[in-house]
């Protein structure tokens, strides 16, 4: 891809993480009136559904793709919210560290949420190579934050 054309899928990509950020936040529940208990429920639905999507991404394409790629950008949007300080009940994995460097661990999930912009816009336009470099951006947050953020 020449420079011009990559400055302008630059320019699309970060257009579209705006626009679909702005988009998903708008419909959004809203987290600040559930219980933790609640919000540890549907942080975990949210993670396993988005590791279901991981593991039969590389497999998806065309509007398939697209539909998984929105469902990973809004669990991405959402997450941090679903975080609130204290929320470490009942089956909860999640470590108080995570409030300890909350900004690494926003920073986590903007990153993968940038990431599934990414793979949204490359599955629209064909582009099977920046839709797997998407994807491995995408694992590679994921296991981030297990990593740091999450008991064994």
Not at 62 to 90: H, K, Q
Not at 96 to 115: K, L, M, R, S, Y
Request: with cysteine; glycine share 10%; proline share 3%.
């Amino acid at each position: 891809m020449s420079l011009p054309r990559t400055a302008a899928a630059l320019a699309a990509v970060t257009s579209a993480a705006t626009f679909f950020a702005g988009a998903i936040a708008q419909n959004t529940a809203d987290f600040a009136s559930m219980s933790h208990e609640e919000l540890v429920e549907m942080r975990q639905a949210a993670m396993k559904e988005d590791g279901g999507i991981l593991r039969g991404a590389g497999n998806l394409s065309g509007a398939d793709a697209g539909v998984a790629a929105d469902t990973l950008i809004r669990n991405f949007t959402n997450f941090p919210a679903m975080f609130p300080e204290g929320s470490i009940v009942g089956d909860s994995r999640a470590l108080p560290v995570i409030w300890e460097n909350w900004d690494e661990f926003t920073g986590i999930f903007a990153t993968a949420q940038q990431a599934a912009t990414r793979m949204k816009v490359a599955a629209e336009a064909g582009d099977t190579a920046a839709y797997g470099a998407a994807l491995q951006t995408i694992g590679g947050t994921c296991g981030q934050c297990h990593q740091n953020f999450r008991s064994r």
